[in-house]
């Protein structure tokens, strides 16, 4: 059953996103292992079209926020209102209280303002006034960024990278695809009537599924090999505890939509890009996707 729910979901947003079956796929990962993800790419190239289709997919409330520079954090969690008649201040809930929220370009938001995603996004919870307010279950942000090169961004400081499990990029699409987008063959402007193809109970049973794929103790070694190693790496800043973390829960993913109940080291290799590149950094400033893609060359797994 849980396979042909998969199957549905990944055949729907491939009709959203033309040509991109591998990001759709760590894109659906990321949401089964319950983590939040960062799409990094050009305006224009589907990032809002992917998590739009992904929310009405999964049948789950969503909301857009456009990060602008001259936004408050108070535009985003909400506000508390002094009420004459109750004689009391009432909160006003902030778009951040949908299951899945869509953070535009928040990178073009100040430091101030990004930083109020950091207690939703590790506890799906926020905080005003000192009055704790929890947020839906299930939560979810995804986020997408322009390129730091391009003009009017602020770059997401490292803890604010650290909270999200999984970066993609999606890419420009290939000839056959644009092809098909020119002829006006993908869907996007049908976003808002995409059917839904899972119920949150059912999409709760398959996060529930993958927590119970099964590492040996040598499939863990491995990880942990790949994470002492990005820790060593040209004297730079490696993968934190939670990234550990993280990586085994995408790895369990990605094996789960490939219809494995078991960890191999394909599982693993196939997410540590997207889990570790926006983590690490090294000293002499090389590129997070070439350190990445330097460590899984140089650490083998022993299996």
């Known amino acids: 059953?849980?396979?042909?729910?998969?199957?549905?979901?990944?055949?729907?947003?491939?009709?959203?996103?033309?040509?991109?079956?591998?990001?759709?796929k760590l894109a659906l990962a990321c949401i089964l292992?319950?983590?939040?993800?960062?799409?990094?790419?050009?305006?224009?190239?589907?990032?809002?079209?992917l998590s739009h289709g992904i929310a009405q997919s999964l049948g789950l409330s969503y909301q857009r926020i456009q990060f602008t520079s001259d936004m408050l954090p108070a535009d985003i969690l909400g506000v508390s209102?002094?009420?004459?008649?109750?004689?009391?201040?009432?909160?006003?809930?902030g778009p951040i209280f949908k299951q899945m929220v869509l953070a535009d370009e928040i990178n073009r938001a100040s430091p101030k303002t990004q930083s109020a995603l950091l207690e939703a996004m590790a506890e799906s919870q926020i905080t005003i006034d000192g009055i704790t307010h929890p947020l839906p279950s299930p939560?979810?942000?995804?986020?997408?960024?322009?390129?730091s090169e391009q003009s009017g961004t602020f770059p997401l400081p490292e803890s604010q990278l650290d909270r999200f499990m999984m970066r993609l990029s999606i890419g420009y699409p290939n000839a056959a695809a644009e092809l098909e987008?020119?002829?006006?063959?993908?869907?996007?402007?049908?976003l808002l009537?995409?059917?839904?193809?899972?119920?949150?109970?059912?999409?709760?049973?398959?996060?529930?599924?993958v927590g119970k794929i099964t590492a040996s103790d040598a499939l863990l070694n491995y990880v942990l090999a790949l994470v002492a190693a990005s820790r060593v790496q040209n004297e730079g800043f490696g993968l934190s505890p939670r990234a550990s973390k993280a990586l085994l829960q995408a790895s369990k993913a990605w094996a789960f939509l490939n219809g494995r109940s078991y960890l191999v080291p394909e599982d693993v290799q196939a997410v540590f890009s997207s889990v570790a590149e926006h983590r690490i950094r090294s000293s002499s400033h090389q590129q997070g996707a070439a350190l990445s893609q330097k460590i899984l060359s140089n650490v083998n797994p022993i299996l």
């Not at 987008?181 to 049908?190: A, F, I, R, V, W």
């Open 193 to 209: 009537v995409l059917p839904q193809c899972i119920s949150q109970i059912e999409l709760v049973q398959l996060q529930q599924d």
């Open 139 to 147: 939560f979810f942000v995804i986020a997408t960024q322009n390129p």
């Open 1 to 24: 059953m849980s396979k042909q729910i998969i199957s549905d979901i990944i055949t729907q947003l491939g009709r959203v996103l033309l040509g991109k079956p591998e990001q759709i």
């Open 81 to 93: 209102i002094f009420d004459k008649e109750q004689a009391q201040f009432i909160f006003h809930p």
């Open 33 to 49: 292992a319950k983590g939040h993800l960062l799409i990094e790419d050009l305006p224009g190239m589907g990032k809002t079209s």
């Open 181 to 190: 987008m020119l002829k006006g063959h993908d869907q996007s402007p049908q």
